[in-house]
């Protein structure tokens, strides 16, 4: 009997030693596994677990700069309204306006019309040359003008009372006795009834020329009187 208590208790402690050794300590976590890793790049920049912190105090010296309008040496003004102005010379419409009698022939070239044109002009050498293209032209069929418009003025020139034109004259600009003559006449009292005008001379490629066309003789200078 106390041999069989004997040898139960021996095997209630070999139990108990066996059930102690079976149990273990559990490990610990990993301190790296909460934390995360970091790494120093330099120049004031982390980088943890891939993202990148940059040090504020370092941040601003790497940062691009923007030059102001004033160091660009920008000369544009802005208004109070936030518009960009510029300055802009004021220039004066200084043009005279003016209406003279122009000449011309009808259809058949019978005798002389006398017509009213308007010019501007800026100086007195714009006055001739714009009286000059009024011959050239006319918006009534039944004034015909004189002076054709393939006819060049090449050069004005007044002083003294005495006006000078040159003109480039081709062939298809000229005209029969007749025509030749009305034209003179019409250049003539289109040019005299400027007051300040006592003398006329007309040159064709700068040379005078004894006749305008080849029928008329051309006076050099032509006035008032002939």
């Known amino acids: ?8 208790a021996l095997l209630v402690t070999v139990m108990a030693v066996a059930a102690g050794c079976g149990s273990k300590p559990t490990a610990a976590p990993s301190q ?24 504020p105090a370092t941040a ?27 300055d802009k010379p004021s220039t004066s419409d200084s043009k005279e ?5 122009v000449f011309y022939t009808d259809p058949e070239e019978l005798e002389l019309h006398k017509a009213s044109a308007e010019i501007t002009f800026a100086s007195e050498d714009d006055k001739y040359k714009a009286a000059f293209a009024s011959l050239q032209q006319s918006k009534d ?7 054709s418009k393939d006819i060049e003025l090449k050069s004005v020139q007044f002083k003294d009372g005495a006006l000078t034109l040159d003109i480039h ?28 005008v006592k003398s006329l001379d007309l040159l064709v490629d ?21």
């Open 169 to 196: 004259m081709p062939d298809t600009a000229r005209l029969g006795a007749g025509g030749e003559s009305f034209a003179i006449d019409a250049l003539k009292q289109t040019f005299f009834q400027f007051d300040e």
């Open 1 to 8: 009997m106390n041999k069989k208590i004997w040898i139960a």
């Open 141 to 147: 069929e039944k004034l015909v003008p004189l002076w």
């Open 97 to 101: 306006k003016k209406s003279i009698e």
């Open 206 to 226: 700068g040379k005078s020329t004894e006749s305008l066309m080849g029928h008329v003789d051309l006076e050099h200078p032509m006035t008032r009187s002939n």
């Open 32 to 55: 790296t596994q909460g934390a995360g890793s970091e790494t120093q790049t330099g120049n004031g920049v982390t980088e943890v677990d891939g993202q990148v912190i940059t040090d």
């Open 60 to 86: 601003g010296s790497e940062d691009n700069t923007t030059p102001s309008n004033s160091a660009n040496g920008s000369s544009e003004g802005k208004t109070s309204s936030g518009e960009t102005s510029t």
